[in-house]
């Protein structure tokens, strides 16, 4: 059987554990370009894929190619991205993919709204920076959060950082330099996140500031007390839960449909940050497959307000 995963992802350790072929991966890189992948994934609808799992940047881009695809009796999954979410937070998607597996994002960034009302108390001048502005996978996290924000009296300015990590960090000193006045400094997205600390200390301010995932920097930011939170999407089952749903989809005669899946929104912080620092390929550090034990004593959850 043979996955096709039409952008970067982590489906290979369960594809090795249902003794699946290695997934192929393609599409964009580094410049998240909506043609690159859309051209990859046409590639995998006439390689007859067994499935294929895409990131769905656009409402519109990927319309047809997932539709062929579905056509040709491929099923296809989104994850990271499914589609568009307007500033009221309301979905347009854009495809007839089988399930999307991935973060709520519109409410991940309503999340992010809410905490940094709680770090910055008085309302003020807050910049977010976004490597992609439009790109549906962090432009709902912007919205989400500036609709909490700017009802409270928050100034919420949106700075693009760019796809190419080499020039984010620039663009974040840039623009801090030129605001000092800025009360806070935060990011949608992995690389914004993780030029933070270091973007501030170059301008030379010290103030509240944090973002989304778990790139080593970002994790070591958190632990030197120079970064406040990130806003962890469990990316690992974003890769590994498409991998095996489209396997259980093809063996089971389509019966066993995938469903959507969120894959959470945890906050990291300095007094949780140690299961999440440590290498692994679970979040990233390392590409051995390694067993991390979890931690000892009691499972902290809050009582279960929803259900199916």
């Given at each position: 059987?043979?996955?096709?995963?039409?952008?970067?992802?982590?489906?290979?350790?369960?594809?090795?554990?249902?003794?699946?072929a290695?997934?192929?991966?393609?599409?964009?890189?580094?410049?998240?370009?909506?043609?690159q992948m859309?051209?990859?994934?046409?590639?995998?609808?006439?390689?007859?894929?067994?499935?294929?799992?895409?990131?769905?940047?656009?409402?519109?881009?990927?319309?047809?190619?997932?539709?062929?695809?579905?056509?040709?009796?491929?099923?296809?999954i989104?994850?990271n991205?499914?589609?568009?979410?307007?500033?009221?937070?309301?979905?347009?998607?854009?495809?007839?993919?089988?399930?999307?597996?991935?973060?709520?994002?519109?409410?991940?960034g309503?999340?992010l709204?809410?905490?940094?009302?709680?770090?910055?108390?008085?309302?003020?001048?807050?910049?977010?920076?976004?490597?992609?502005?439009?790109?549906?996978?962090?432009?709902?996290?912007?919205?989400?959060?500036?609709?909490?924000?700017?009802?409270a009296?928050y100034?919420?300015?949106?700075?693009?950082?760019?796809?190419s990590?080499?020039?984010?960090?620039?663009?974040?000193?840039?623009?801090?330099?030129?605001?000092?006045?800025?009360?806070?400094?935060?990011?949608?997205?992995?690389?914004?996140?993780?030029?933070?600390?270091?973007?501030?200390?170059?301008?030379?301010?010290?103030?509240?500031?944090?973002?989304?995932?778990?790139?080593?920097?970002?994790?070591?930011?958190?632990?030197?007390?120079?970064?406040?939170?990130?806003?962890?999407?469990?990316?690992?089952?974003?890769?590994?839960?498409?991998?095996v749903?489209?396997?259980?989809?093809?063996?089971?005669?389509g019966?066993?449909?995938?469903?959507?899946?969120?894959?959470g929104?945890?906050?990291i912080?300095?007094?949780?940050?140690?299961?999440?620092?440590?290498?692994s390929?679970?979040?990233?550090?390392?590409?051995?497959?390694?067993?991390?034990?979890?931690?000892?004593?009691?499972?902290?959850?809050?009582?279960?307000?929803?259900?199916?």
């Amino acid at each position: 059987m043979l996955i096709i995963l039409a952008t970067r992802t982590i489906g290979e350790p369960r594809a090795a554990l249902l003794g699946l072929a290695k997934p192929n991966w393609g599409g964009s890189a580094s410049t998240s370009s909506v043609s690159q992948m859309v051209s990859y994934l046409n590639s995998a609808v006439s390689a007859k894929a067994d499935g294929i799992a895409t990131t769905v940047i656009s409402s519109s881009g990927f319309t047809t190619p997932v539709m062929n695809a579905m056509n040709a009796g491929i099923p296809v999954i989104s994850y990271n991205a499914d589609g568009t979410v307007n500033s009221k937070g309301v979905a347009d998607i854009g495809t007839n993919r089988l399930c999307y597996v991935g973060q709520a994002l519109y409410t991940s960034g309503q999340q992010l709204g809410q905490r940094i009302h709680s770090l910055v108390k008085t309302p003020g001048d807050i910049v977010i920076f976004i490597a992609t502005p439009g790109q549906a996978n962090i432009q709902p996290r912007y919205d989400g959060a500036a609709s909490i924000l700017k009802p409270a009296g928050y100034t919420v300015s949106e700075i693009a950082t760019n796809a190419s990590t080499a020039l984010e960090e620039g663009n974040e000193v840039a623009y801090l330099l030129g605001h000092k006045g800025v009360k806070g400094a935060f990011a949608v997205d992995a690389g914004s996140t993780s030029f933070l600390a270091a973007s501030l200390k170059k301008a030379g301010l010290t103030i509240p500031n944090g973002g989304f995932d778990t790139e080593p920097q970002t994790l070591s930011n958190i632990d030197a007390g120079l970064t406040d939170f990130t806003i962890y999407q469990d990316p690992y089952l974003q890769g590994f839960l498409p991998t095996v749903y489209l396997y259980l989809y093809n063996i089971s005669g389509g019966t066993i449909v995938p469903s959507d899946t969120d894959t959470g929104l945890s906050f990291i912080t300095k007094s949780n940050l140690g299961p999440y620092n440590s290498a692994s390929r679970f979040q990233g550090s390392t590409t051995a497959q390694t067993y991390v034990p979890r931690p000892a004593g009691a499972i902290q959850n809050p009582i279960a307000t929803t259900s199916t």
